[in-house]
C-alpha cells in the first residue's frame, strides 16, 4: 500500500468519488470526519459503501476508521460494518499494543458470528495521538498477527499537549511533533509493518504537499495518508520506486548474488555493504508487491 485515502462516511457523494481515486486503501471514516448526531447513520452507509465496492473487480483496500476505544461507540460501529466484511479497521487514538490486542478480540467475535476467516479483518493504529501513547510505541512489535501498519497522527496529539500549533510558519513540524513522527516510523519497522505518514491537510498546497511526501520516503516511510482525491495521484508517484531506484536496487542483488561471501564491493565509487543489500531487497521487494 502507498496511498490511503480518508473519506467521510457519511457523505454518499465523497464515497462514490473515492473508488475512483486511484488511493490503494479507502479509510472510511465513522471518527472525527462524522458529527455526533450522524454516527447512526453514517454505519449504515459505511456498510453499504463496504458491501458494494467490494464487489468490484479492481477495488481498493476498504478499512473502516471506528471510534476508540473508550468512545462508548466502537462496539456499535463494529456491529454495524463488521457483516459487509472490510479488509481492515483503523483504530484511532491507540494507546499501545494492548489496544490492538483488545480491537482484535471484538474482531474475532463479529468474524465468527458473520462466517468470516478468524483473523482476516486487519489493523492498522494511529499510535501518536496522546502523549502517553509515545511511551509506549514499543508495544506494537507482536501485539496481533492483524497489524498492517502503523501510523500517527498530529492534530489529536496536538490537542492533548496543549499546544498552540503543530507546524511552524514554513509549514515543517515543529519538534515534539517531528518526535512523534520519528518514533512512529520506528514503530513501525520495529514491528515488521508498514510506516504509514499522517495527512497534509492544507489540501491547496500542492508543492508543500509533494515536499512532504518526498521526505516521507526519504525518511522511510512507504506510504501515506490523503485526505482529498487530487492528492492521491502525488503519493502513488513519489511512494511507487523510481525505474532508476529498481534498476540500481537489481544492480547491487546481481553483485552480491554473483559474488558469495563478499561482505563489501564498490560500485560507481561508492561503498556497498549489507545494509545497502537489505536496503536493495526492501525496493526489489515493493516492486514486486
Ligand atoms: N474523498 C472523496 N471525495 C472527496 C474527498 C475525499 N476525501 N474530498 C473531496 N472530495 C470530492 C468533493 O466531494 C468534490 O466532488 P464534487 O465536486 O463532485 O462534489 C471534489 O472532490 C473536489 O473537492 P473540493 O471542492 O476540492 O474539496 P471540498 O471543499 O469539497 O472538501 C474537505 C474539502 C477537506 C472537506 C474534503 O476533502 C474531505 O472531506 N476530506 C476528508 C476529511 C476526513 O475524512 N478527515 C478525517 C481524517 S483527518
Ligand atoms: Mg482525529
Partial sequence: MRSLLFVPGDSPRKLEKAAGSGADVLLIDLEDSVAPSAKEAARGMVRDAVESLRGQDRRPLLYVRVNALDSGLIEADLDAVMPAHPDGIMLPKSASGVDVQHLAAKLAVREAESGLPDGGTKIIPVATEMARALFALGTYRGASHRLAGLTWGAEDLAADIGAETNRLADGTYTDPFRLARSLALFAAHGAEVDAIDTVYTDFRNDAGFLAECEAARRDGFTAKMAIHPAQVPVINAVFTPSEEAVAKARRIVDAFAASPGV???????????????????RVLARVRG
Avoid: F, K
Wanted: aromatic share 0%; proline share 5%; no cysteine.
Fill in 263 to 281: 561482505g563489501v564491493i564498490g560500485m560507481d565509487g561508492q561503498m556497498v555493504d549489507r545494509p545497502h543489500l537489505r536496503q536493495a531487497e
